[in-house]
Structures are given as structure tokens and as C-alpha cells.
């Protein structure tokens, strides 16, 4: 396996703190379910539910942005917009302490992922899957 980029390791490590994040926001969503401060129970059900299945999501994307795997980047690509969006929605409602670290971690994971090593890393021809029919190497 070739050597992963520091670029590359480093857009791994932030979509894992986005990862971390999230769980955060799950956390609270299910406490709040679990106290009756949730708008409605089916809302704060769905809201956890929704969560926990991401939370899993970004680990997986995590795990293979760090081995370097093509199918990875464009998961990645898709949370930093979001998550963006997300910490934008939460500053524009003055919730600075919620709002500013998605942004910065959006920001950066941009940085790291459109870093040429990292592209270079995604584009030097490495198997993104296996079984019949997989590229050679």
C-alpha cells in the first residue's frame, strides 16, 4: 500500500473530530429526547437516530481517507459543505460556541483534502475495491 500523505492523514483526523462533533450533537439530541425537552418524541427519536447512523458514516469515511481509498474523497468532500452550512446556520443564530468549530473544521478539511498531495494520493491508481473484476496491485 503506498504511503498515505500527511495532507491526507490530516483531512482523516478532522472528518474524525466532525465525527466526534456529531456524536456530541446526538448526545444532546438524546438527552433531550429522553427529558421531554425535544419539540416532539418522534422528532427527538428521528433527530438521534439520524445522528448515530451519520456518526457511524463519517467513521467510516474516516478510516478510509486515512488508507487513501478513492470512494472516500467525495463523502469527505460532501461533510465539510455541510457541515459548513451547518456551523454558518449556527453563527447566524448566535450560537458562536456551536457555529465557529464545525466552520473551522470545514474549512480545514477543505484545505487538506484539495491539498496536491492529497489529490496526488487519490489519483496514483490505488484498488478502491476488491473481488472479481478489481485493478491489479
Not at 22 to 48: C, E, H, M, P, W
Not at 52 to 72: K, P
Amino acid at each position: 500500500m503506498p504511503h498515505t500523505p500527511s495532507t491526507l492523514r490530516a483531512a482523516a483526523a478532522i472528518q474524525g473530530g466532525e465525527s466526534v462533533y456529531i456524536l456530541a450533537l446526538t448526545v444532546l439530541s438524546g438527552f433531550d429526547t429522553a427529558s421531554g425537552q425535544s419539540y416532539r418524541l418522534n422528532s427527538g427519536i428521528a433527530l438521534t437516530s439520524i445522528g448515530a447512523c451519520m456518526v457511524i458514516a463519517l467513521a467510516v469515511v474516516t478510516f478510509g481517507l486515512a488508507r487513501a481509498r478513492g470512494w472516500s474523497r467525495t463523502p469527505a468532500m460532501l461533510t465539510q459543505l455541510f457541515l459548513g452550512v451547518i456551523g454558518i446556520y449556527a453563527l447566524q443564530g448566535s450560537q458562536f460556541g456551536w457555529g465557529i468549530p464545525p466552520v473551522v473544521m470545514a474549512g480545514a478539511g477543505f484545505v487538506a483534502l484539495l491539498a496536491p498531495a492529497s489529490i496526488r494520493a487519490f489519483a496514483d491508481g490505488t484498488p478502491t475495491r476488491t473481488g472479481p473484476g478489481a485493478p491489479a496491485g
